[in-house]
């Protein structure tokens, strides 16, 4: 079985990288490795031989191909290698490395809220779009300067890097706001995720927007909740996993615009009408005691002169 693809060199164009090494990697749970490598030639190309996987000994196993430059290693999509006589890699592309720029833009955000828990606590998923639109990767190898930084509510709680294109060993918690330590290279978006919780007693709050965000997406498992943002709009009530949330859109968004939710405070509960129940009888009561006597009294026989 031969696995073949090409290297590039990104940039305005991208052009064939010779003389780089290209290798095929074998991943089980047990163990991790190389099994195979080889320098690409003049037009970036690279061929392997794999031998032919058994389906019984192999069906755990994921084959992926890396190169390395400019300090940084680039990895190939998982390669589909059962049944197959030749695999063809889609290329790998990689650029030079820089610090500090280019620029990294957020192409989307998606904050999830859901309903109360127990405490009156709210979980929060974040799921935002990061692009770089230069055309170098941008690196950091400083904790305290991300190659991304942006801002979270300050009054979240109990932060948690998720999983994406992004590791969570990349991502950290800084004050308030998300530090990306990881490498973020050009073309497609790459995404990064965490989620925090809200505190109880619901109320306002604010989802801080610190820098430009072309759209800005919301969900919201409180249906009766109400938000307030630039140019918003009411994508009406879909189900997610059983779930119902209120969604809304908002974008283009600047640097210092507020996206505001107002939460019901609480989750609802029956003994919560108590209060208005026993105020809506006391006022039933006085008003009959009032509507009693004021009545005229009703004569009893005829008058006495």
């Not at 970036?44 to 191909?65: N, T």
Request: avoid cysteine; aromatic fraction near 6%; charged fraction near 20%.
């Amino acid at each position: 079985m031969t696995v073949s693809g090409r290297v590039l060199l990104g940039g305005r164009d991208s052009v064939p990288l010779r003389g780089t090494w290209a290798v095929l990697h074998r991943v089980t749970r047990q163990s991790a490795g190389p099994i195979d490598s080889v320098r690409t030639d003049a037009t970036g190309r690279y061929r392997m031989q794999l031998p032919r996987p058994r389906a019984a000994a192999d069906s755990g196993a994921v084959y992926v191909v890396s190169t390395w430059h400019d300090s940084l290693a680039y990895f190939s999509l998982p390669l589909n290698v059962l049944g197959r006589p030749a695999v063809r890699v889609e290329d790998l592309v990689v650029y030079p490395t820089t610090k500090g720029t280019p620029p990294i833009e957020v192409a989307r955000r998606l904050v999830t809220i859901g309903l109360p828990a127990g405490d009156g606590t709210r979980e929060v998923l974040e799921i935002l779009e990061l692009q770089n639109t230069g055309l170098s990767t941008r690196i950091t190898d400083d904790t305290l300067v991300p190659t991304w930084a942006g801002a979270i509510p300050p009054s979240a709680i109990q932060f948690q890097a998720g999983q994406g294109d992004i590791s969570p060993e990349a991502t950290k918690r800084v004050g308030d706001r998300v530090f990306v330590l990881g490498a973020i290279p050009p073309g497609q978006v790459k995404q990064l995720s965490y989620g925090y919780m809200l505190p109880a007693g619901g109320g306002r709050v604010s989802i801080p927007i610190d820098q430009p965000t072309r759209d800005v997406n919301l969900l919201i498992e409180d249906t009766v909740a109400v938000v307030e943002a630039p140019g918003v709009q009411s994508l009406g009530v879909q189900q997610v996993e059983q779930r119902r949330f209120a969604a809304y859109r908002a974008g283009p968004l600047a640097p210092g615009d507020r996206v505001t939710i107002g939460l019901p405070r609480g989750a609802f509960r029956p003994q919560m009408l108590v209060p208005y129940v026993v105020g809506l009888l006391g006022a039933g009561m006085l008003a009959a005691l009032v509507w009693a006597l004021r009545r005229k009294p009703l004569a009893s026989g005829p008058a006495t002169p």
